[in-house]
């Protein structure tokens, strides 16, 4: 599947054409150059961000082609009714169903340092964010109360739960 995925953007698919082979590399016998080459070949691609990304991806994609794939809600919220709804209620859960990945990203430099993988699509988590994706992994409820972080995270939340992988829960009476 990431060999397709290769496939699948050209850019990143740099094909081994046995450069840096000579008559020394014949019969099965690769000078330790040519097998220097082809380790580097193969093992670049699986460095990359991309390369966390599609894993993040494959892992939270359905394999019975039966079960539906999620989609936005029939109603999603603006970033605005989002807030308000989560300041009137008292947090948010991932249902039981919902599976997400994280992956670490190789180049964590870029301020993103995981990649979160929800139904095939993938989010750029930073540090500040992983606390709340972690306790959100647990299926804990997640409250402004105890974590405060969720108003600095309203962004990715939103879109997340536009996309149903978190639901609102109401405070308890």
Do not use: C
Not at 24 to 49: Q, W
């Amino acid at each position: 599947a990431y060999g397709q995925h290769l496939a699948d953007h050209d850019a990143l698919d740099h094909r081994y054409v046995g450069e840096g082979l000579s008559a020394d590399s014949a019969g099965f016998s690769l000078s330790i150059d040519a097998v220097e080459a082809l380790r580097n070949h193969l093992g670049k691609p699986l460095s990359t961000p991309a390369f966390s990304e599609w894993l993040a991806a494959f892992f939270t994609g359905s394999t019975n082609e039966d079960i539906a794939q999620y989609s936005e809600r029939d109603d999603t919220l603006s970033l605005a009714a989002f807030t308000e709804a989560l300041q009137a209620r008292a947090g948010l859960i991932k249902p039981a169903d919902v599976k997400f990945a994280l992956t670490p990203s190789p180049t964590p430099s870029s301020g993103s340092a995981y990649s979160l993988g929800f139904d095939r699509e993938t989010f750029d988590i930073n540090d500040a964010a992983l606390a709340v994706i972690l306790s959100l992994m647990k299926e804990d409820a997640v409250t402004t109360k105890d974590t405060p972080e969720l108003l600095d995270h309203l962004d990715l939340l939103r879109t997340l739960y536009n996309h149903q992988a978190l639901e609102f829960i109401d405070r308890a009476t």
